[in-house]
């Protein structure tokens, strides 16, 4: 099992194989994007613990990016880009970047930052926003969830779906009431929809996936 996995974005392949292929030597798994919108794309449908992003990406620059990330997530996130200007490090900051690197760097350089940027995020979350039962751990903070140590991979409203329920332990809802809460009124899911999550999210919570109970008749329940 890797470290940890790392969402990699730039627009050129080679510097996405150079830092791929720095990172996996030190044990983490990786996954890249060339462009804004593939990063959040990439970023709806996996669980990871740290963004590495390029600012000068086509489609959605790295900026904005980065604003869409910080609007659901505190997970850390190093920006990489070819300008040096001290106006636009000022700028990823302000914005949430939590480290900003400049072109041409060493890749020792930033396998290091990675993990002295993700080693103090542990120690600050450590024992806050962190939802534990049984073999289930849930970060607030990273957007991510575990069994047995083990991390799985959660779409954005699957983890909201979690979130919800382990929030709300005990309590009986009907798929309309979770369509409500989980999905908004103004969502075009339909009742369907609860029920496919739901389904989906029991298989990937694996031997935790019996927390998540069918209350015949009435909806469903998230109790031990």
């Known amino acids: 099992m890797s470290k940890y996995k790392v969402l990699i974005a730039d627009d050129e392949e080679q510097?996405?194989?150079?830092?791929?292929?720095?990172?996996?030597?030190?044990?983490?798994e990786t996954v890249t994007a060339v462009d804004g919108k593939e990063v959040l794309a990439q970023w709806e449908h996996g669980a990871f613990d740290m963004v590495i992003l390029d600012i000068m990406m086509p489609k959605m620059d790295g900026f904005t990016v980065c604003q869409k990330i910080r609007e659901v997530s505190k997970i850390?996130?190093?920006m990489l880009t070819a300008k040096s200007e001290e106006l636009d490090r000022i700028h990823g900051l302000k914005i949430g970047a939590d480290d900003y690197i400049v072109k041409p760097f060493s890749p020792k350089e930033l396998v290091a930052r990675v993990e002295a940027l993700l080693r103090r995020s542990n120690d600050f979350k450590l024992g806050q926003n962190i939802l534990e039962l049984g073999d289930l751990l849930i970060d607030l903070e990273g957007h991510t969830a575990k069994v047995q140590g083990k991390r799985i991979d959660?779409?954005?409203?699957?983890?909201?779906?979690?979130?919800f329920f382990f929030k709300s332990k005990g309590q009986v809802f009907s798929r309309e009431q979770l369509l409500?809460?989980?999905?908004?009124?103004?969502?075009?899911?339909?009742?369907r929809t609860v029920d496919t999550h739901i389904k989906t999210l029991r298989?990937?919570?694996?031997?935790?996936?019996?927390?998540?109970?069918?209350?015949?008749g009435v909806g469903y329940k998230f109790e031990d």
Do not use: C, N, Q
């Open 76 to 78: 850390p996130i190093i």
């Open 203 to 216: 298989i990937k919570l694996g031997s935790a996936g019996h927390l998540i109970k069918t209350v015949w």
């Open 154 to 163: 959660l779409t954005r409203k699957e983890f909201s779906l979690l979130e």
């Open 180 to 191: 409500d809460h989980v999905w908004g009124l103004e969502s075009k899911g339909t009742l």
């Open 15 to 28: 510097m996405l194989m150079l830092v791929g292929s720095y990172l996996e030597k030190e044990g983490y």
